[in-house]
């Protein structure tokens, strides 16, 4: 028997959010309205040991799915203040690492699978350290970049740096979902926008924005200066996640990012089995997909031996997505079994948009 259909408001778990967070007001955190002179009011940022410790329990098929870390508190009424250090950064990334479709059995050359990749990296408070790529901080792993999680009420300041070496691009960070003033859109409108719509090579940029309550849910985020029809294409966008109130986190969060990377269709920026994820659960697991499309195609998400309600209530297991786009998918897991993920346009399917679902008793 298949996996139980979902409830969406049903899930539970107590995976951590990430960031360096604090659960005071805005007002007692030094910020007025319109965000100046800020005098961050934040906790510390995440212990690499301890964020260590919850990537190795969340990848240790055999421990507790929960990660030991606890990052954010839970508040009433007023939101928190998360804060993100954000850096573009290259760095040579592989399509297929394993150098081959193991579906077809295709051997895929070094040169039409590697590229220096422009990606969105997490850091510790001022930049000073990369964070650790762990499921805790919402992977910072290359394509996608780091998860910005939050839940309504907060705010998240997001402070950037284009440190672009290779491609020498201006870059920016335009978020989906948040409520924010003009000049944090971070979309590049010709004699318009502001700084933070094209930040050169070395240059920084803060960008301020609110959970309201319209933003519960996945989104995109992305570059949106004018490189972006290069820049998203080398990597620059993530996800964003943001929960309800007093919405539980699930047990599992499974980032499923479609684009299209040098001449192959892709998953995180990955092409065919075992380069794409290999995701993980076990039954009694309460598991999320959070999907987002960038770039040229619409996409048909599909999960096998699984089942889950759509936006008008019925039974489906494949649901569309177009560029820009995004949906979170959850199920409490029962259908133990080594399962297939996939965009189920058959092209793009065999030109690398497939993975692998494990699950265990
Ligand atoms: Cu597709």
Redesign the pocket.
Known sequence: MGAAIAVAAAIGGAAPLVGQTSATAPSAAGADEAGHAHTPALGPPADPAVVARARKAAVDADAPPTPTVQLSTSRRGRGAVREYWIKAVDVPWDVAPNGVDPLTGRQVPAAERQMTAVVYRGYTSGWRKPLPNTSASGDNDGIPGPTIQARVGDRVIVHFKNEDRVHKLPHSMHFHAFTYAPGSDGAYIPQISGRGSRVPVGGTFTYRLTAGPQSAGVWPYHDHSPSMDQSIPLGLYGVVAILGGNERPPDRRFVVA?GETLAF?TIDGRAFIGNTPTFHAKVGDRVEWDVI?LGD????FHVHGHRWLNAAGAPTDTQTIGPGESFRIRWTEDAPGTWYYH???E???MNG?IGLYRVDR
């Open positions: 479609f269709n499309a195609n619409f996409h048909t965009c189920h346009v092209s793009h399917q948009m």
